[in-house]
């Protein structure tokens, strides 16, 4: 391995420890093996540390798949990691990414138990491969922006939803495809990893408002790698390069081997990976942890965050645990103990900080405070607000603008709520055929429900509150 001629070592970024809220990616959370691999393709490429560091971890979970999971009542959670490496252009990920992924490229052409290999995305290609494949998919996206677009035309946002759970996904709404009875054609726990490029630039156009207040968003792991440590290795870049290839040789056989398991009589039967009891406790107090922040944060974006973010790190921590059985001349165990879960968390915590950070860029008032203003059009909205079929209905903006007028008595005028509400994220309508108003959703009523509770009471001076909007 690589262990033998060079050392593990970084330089801190100096700017980013100064200017920039992402730590420094832990990469002692690898086996030593694999930071080693980290650092040399991170000099080779002339990337940052994190770039390469989720490389790593990217293909950990496209190769693990469905053949290993861990069981939280009453889920299952495989390795499946929807991962978005946030960096400029120029920056090197694209071949790196590109060449960490080639050998499992080659794999699946040459037909091998591994999950398919998607690179030209469409809604019915995705679906017939997860059908046709026990192993599950990996779709991998050189710049997100363009299957993003291509998700939205097919109106694929539901399914993707639904696959991201691992809940039964219908394949066609036909019901003249399947049998006499006429249901719909269902894939059982269908099992996707997505993992693709973005620049910073890129990011807010990407989601929608109702991909963020409904919690669509917050499934995407956004993985900053705009800045962080440089590796530090004074072997040259021509052997390092020599040594990637025999190194990423021998991890691709030894994460395919985990998945030729899987079928211990020829038939896909996935491994079950258990937490000790140490490690158990581990998590149940960091997941208490961040329970009592979601409750403290005074920020919707952010608590969504917070929802997803337990099974994100159970992902991760699978994707660990792959890579330190690979690097262990031992055989698999199927138990994850304290100190691997201690480093699942870690890495987790970084993910939670990179996520903050990354959807500032989503969202630029996603840290503002709320006000008195802004709970008054949360209650009107709460309190008179008609969704027919459970759907999506529209309240009128005159409507709107005199009940919170009602609440907040003089010096408030349409205009002001107008502002207000579009800094909520109300989207105008868009249907002329009806009266101007801002579309509502269910997700819109807990988003205003959770303003409603925090959103401070008014001040007695009206001339402070029109101000702060």
Avoid at 237 to 254: A, C, G, P, Q
Avoid at 421 to 427: D, F, H, K, V
Wanted: hydrophobic share 40%.
């Amino acid at each position: 391995m690589f262990t033998d001629t060079i050392e593990v070592q970084v330089n801190v970024n100096e700017s980013s420890t100064q200017h920039h809220p992402v730590p420094d990616f832990p990469i002692d959370v690898f086996p030593f093996d694999i930071q080693a691999l980290v650092v040399a393709a991170a000099k080779v490429y002339n990337v940052n540390i994190p770039i390469a560091a989720l490389g790593v971890l990217m293909m950990a979970a496209a190769y693990l798949g469905r053949s290993r999971y861990l069981e939280d009542s009453p889920y299952k959670t495989f390795a499946a990691m929807w991962v978005l490496l946030v960096a400029r252009s120029g920056s090197g990920k694209s071949h790196l990414i590109a060449r960490f992924f080639e050998r499992l490229q080659f794999a699946v052409d040459q037909g091998l138990p591994i999950a398919s290999f998607i690179t030209d995305f469409s809604m019915a290609g995705l679906l017939d491969e997860l059908e046709e494949n026990m192993n599950g998919a990996i779709v991998f996206a050189d710049e997100m922006s363009d299957v993003m677009q291509r998700i939205r035309r097919e109106r694929g946002m539901a399914k993707l939803g639904t696959i991201y759970d691992h809940s039964p996904v219908a394949k066609v709404r036909s019901k003249k495809v399947c049998c006499s009875c006429g249901f719909d054609t269902k894939i059982p726990s269908p099992c996707m990893s997505l993992i693709g490029c973005i620049q910073p630039r890129c990011l807010p156009p990407l989601f929608t408002p109702k991909d963020i207040d409904g919690g669509y968003a917050a499934r995407f792991l956004l993985g900053w790698a705009e800045n962080g440590q440089t590796a530090d290795i004074d072997t040259d870049v021509e052997t390092l390069d020599n040594r990637l290839d025999t190194v990423l040789d021998l991890l691709h056989e030894r994460l395919l081997s985990l998945q030729k398991a899987s079928y211990p009589d020829g038939f896909f039967q996935p491994g079950k990976v258990v937490l000790d009891t140490a490690a158990q406790k581990c998590v149940d107090a960091w997941i208490a942890k961040n329970d009592a922040e979601k409750e403290r944060h005074r920020n919707w974006f952010e608590e969504s965050i917070y929802v997803k973010i337990p099974r994100q790190a159970m992902s991760a921590m699978l994707c660990l645990y792959a890579l330190e059985t690979c690097m262990s001349d031992k055989p698999e165990t199927y138990i994850i103990g304290e100190e691997l879960a201690m480093k699942g968390l870690r890495l987790a915590d970084w993910l939670l900080t990179s996520q903050k950070f990354s959807w500032n860029f989503l969202n630029p008032d996603m840290n503002r405070e709320y006000t008195p203003l802004h709970g008054a059009i949360a209650k009107a909205i709460m309190e008179h607000a008609d969704i027919p079929s459970g759907n999506k209905g529209i309240f009128p903006m005159p409507k709107l603008a005199d009940l919170v007028k009602g609440y907040l008595g003089k010096g408030i005028d349409h205009r002001t709520v107008g502002v207000a509400a579009t800094a909520l994220g109300l989207e105008e309508s868009t249907d002329r055929r009806v009266v101007r108003g801002r579309l509502i959703r269910k997700s819109t009523l807990t988003k205003m429900a959770f303003i409603l509770e925090i959103a401070p009471r008014m001040p007695e001076d009206d001339e402070l509150l029109v101000s702060s909007c």
